[in-house]
Nanobody, 120 residues
């Protein structure tokens, strides 16, 4: 069974950086879409960044130029480097995976999330 475990969240001041990691329990192959989502208190879940062979790398407009998604296939780990953090970036960050091209696939596997808090 595929399990995803996020880490790296924490509290940081606005303008700071965090690096999130998502360790996948098994090798799931390059055909999978892997993505980071976030959910702020009282708001819906939103797609932050995704990566797949079919779609390449995509970012939400408000994180472009500040966040970088990457994947280490040898370590079965997905990363999200977050720089120049803003208070509106705060929330629970989730890692997810689904087989296929990002944007066209159901994300079947989800982590439990890692919390990011940002002070202004």
């Amino acid at each position: 069974q595929v399990q995803l475990v996020e880490s790296g969240g924490g509290s940081v001041q606005a303008g700071g950086s965090l690096r999130l990691s998502c360790e996948v329990s098994v090798y799931i192959g390059t055909q999978y879409c892997m993505a980071w989502f976030r959910q702020a208190p009282g708001k819906g879940r939103e797609d932050v960044a995704s990566i797949s062979i079919g779609s390449g790398i995509t970012y939400a407009e408000d994180v472009k130029g500040r966040f970088t998604i990457s994947k280490d296939n040898a370590k079965n780990t997905l990363y999200l480097q977050m720089n120049s953090l803003k208070p509106e970036d705060a929330g629970m960050y989730y890692c997810a995976a689904g087989e296929g091209t990002c944007g066209y696939v159901r994300m079947d596997f989800w982590g439990k999330g890692t919390l990011v808090t940002i002070s202004s």
